[in-house]
C-alpha cells in the first residue's frame, strides 16, 4: 500500500509541474488556477485519507486501493493532456489506450 500511495503523491507532483510548464508555454498563467491546482491535489489526499479511515476503522469494505488507482489514472491522463499542451509529441499507443480506456470507463458508469 505504502507504494501506490507514493506513486500517487509523484503523479500530483508530476501533474502540478506540468500544468504550470504548460500554462507558462500558453501564456495562461494564473494565481487563481495554480491556486485550485494545489487546492484539489490536497483535497485528493485528504479523500484517500478519508477511505483509509472508513476502510480500516470503521470496516468499510476495501476502498482505499480502488480509489488510488482510480487518481493515479486520473492524474496519468492529465499529465499526458500537459505535455501534450506543451507541444510533446504522445505515442498513438498511449492515445489508444487512454481512448480504450476512457470508453470502458463511460460504458461501465452508463451500466449502473
Known amino acids: 500500500m505504502k507504494q501506490i500511495i507514493l506513486a500517487l503523491v509523484l503523479l500530483l507532483v508530476l501533474d502540478y509541474v506540468t500544468g504550470v510548464a504548460a500554462a507558462?508555454?500558453?501564456k495562461t498563467v494564473s494565481s487563481t488556477i495554480g491556486a485550485r491546482g494545489i487546492i484539489r491535489k490536497l483535497a485528493i489526499l485528504l479523500l484517500i485519507s478519508s477511505t483509509f479511515i472508513a476502510e480500516f476503522y470503521l470496516n468499510f469494505p476495501a476502498i482505499t486501493y480502488p480509489a488510488i488507482i482510480f487518481?493515479?489514472?486520473n492524474?496519468?491522463?492529465s499529465i499526458i493532456e500537459n505535455c501534450n499542451r506543451l507541444g510533446i509529441p504522445i505515442p498513438d499507443i498511449v492515445k489508444n489506450a487512454l481512448k480504450q480506456n476512457t470508453k470502458n470507463a463511460?460504458?461501465?458508469n452508463t451500466k449502473k
Open 75 to 77: 492524474e496519468f491522463i
Open 71 to 73: 487518481y493515479c489514472i
Open 24 to 26: 507558462f508555454v500558453t
Open 106 to 108: 463511460l460504458k461501465q
